[in-house]
């Protein structure tokens, strides 16, 4: 690769990160969230006006879970969803932010909680254990859904189960999963 390509797009990523745009642009997981998490860090530490942009097709619960606690911690990350956030960048990443926006052609993709890297689940009792924390970490993302959409446990879980739900922004905004469609650029 061309290393004045490689030189440009570190200045352009190190001036979006000062004037406080921080961007979701890969799959969610522990390396993204840490690089992440590196980056919020930094892009506070100039602004107090912070902008996580996803464009991201999801990921680990984990991961995600961990990003949602720290925008929690910072409470006051706006999310602008350009293009998709779909799965965990939906029901839990976006959740995190306040105020929650997308451009007028996003897309939000919604499921039952799904966990990959379960380990040893040819013994039995790994089997229940591994039953028992998806149980967990549906509870912990529907409770974050509930909280943010107005709508009960128990109605997201039916909505979601063995379910895939595509949205439009509109779709998503009366769902509650955002709070403004915007038209211009944040």
């Known amino acids: 690769m061309d290393n004045h390509f490689i030189e440009l797009s570190d200045y352009l990523a190190h001036r979006r990160l000062q004037t406080g745009i921080v961007r979701l642009d890969v799959g969610i997981d522990d390396f993204s969230v840490s690089t992440l998490l590196d980056e919020l860090a930094f892009a506070r530490e100039h602004t107090r006006n912070v902008t996580?942009?996803?464009?991201s097709p999801g990921g680990e619960v984990y991961a995600a879970l961990a990003l949602y606690d720290t925008l929690q911690?910072?409470?006051d990350i706006t999310g602008l969803v350009r293009g998709y956030a779909a799965s965990a960048?939906?029901?839990?990443?976006l959740q995190g932010c306040a105020p929650r926006l997308a451009t007028p052609n996003s897309r939000f993709l919604i499921h039952e909680p799904q966990v990959t890297g379960f380990h040893h689940a040819e013994k039995m009792t790994s089997v229940d254990d591994n039953a028992k924390e998806l149980h967990a970490l549906q509870s912990?993302?529907?409770g974050i859904l509930s909280a943010r959409t107005g709508k009960s446990t128990n109605d997201l879980k039916l909505f979601m189960?063995?379910?895939e739900h595509w949205l439009s922004a509109p779709e998503a905004l009366d769902f509650g999963l955002i709070d403004t469609i915007t038209e211009r650029p944040v």
Request: charged share 15%; net charge negative.
């Open 89 to 93: 960048a939906a029901m839990i990443v």
């Open 140 to 142: 912990v993302v529907l």
């Open 161 to 163: 189960e063995r379910h």
């Open 73 to 75: 911690y910072y409470g």
């Open 52 to 55: 996580l942009e996803i464009l």
